[in-house]
């Protein structure tokens, strides 16, 4: 999601993929819809993979670091980074809840909390025109 809450792009995936499956294409596929500097990312995408994608797109990845016990992912381990970040990635990751907010009105405002349709393309066409309302309503509130 872009600033005032916009998504920009969305993927659908079944319950057994991780989302950090999916980072890669999805940064591939919004760097060719929107110019952006920042991939903010919670610490269930720390991956070099990962970071190493959205630095070849020129944009900086802001992702919490996940502390492994264990490897528990075939993606490579984690980069070690600074441990403190600078007060702008600071403010960028802070934004990252109104993702999760994002997704929460999707799935209870324009949802009804339940998908009751059965096949991939009808839960396809369902969950899009979710992120269809969900788009039109942020750019309506952006312009009161």
């Given amino acids: ?28 596929m919004t760097s060719g819809r929107v110019v952006y500097l ?33 490897p528990k992912t075939q993606l490579p381990c984690r980069v070690n980074l600074p441990p ?18 994002g997704f929460s009105r999707i799935k209870d405002e324009f949802l009804s909390g339940q998908i009751r349709v059965r096949g991939a393309k009808k839960v396809m066409a369902r969950m899009m025109f979710g992120v269809l309302a969900l788009t039109v309503d942020q750019l309506l509130r952006l312009h009161r």
């Fill in 84 to 101: 403190e970040w600078d007060p702008a990635e600071k403010e960028r990751y802070k934004i990252r809840t109104t993702v999760e907010r």
């Fill in 38 to 70: 920042y991939d903010v990312m919670d610490s269930a995408y720390d991956a070099k993979a990962i970071r190493t994608a959205s630095l070849e797109k020129n944009h900086q990845p802001v992702i919490h670091l996940h502390t492994r016990a264990k």
């Fill in 1 to 28: 999601m872009a600033d005032g809450n916009i998504p920009i792009g969305a993927l659908i995936t079944g319950a057994s993929v991780y989302d950090s499956q999916v980072a890669i294409p999805l940064i591939h």
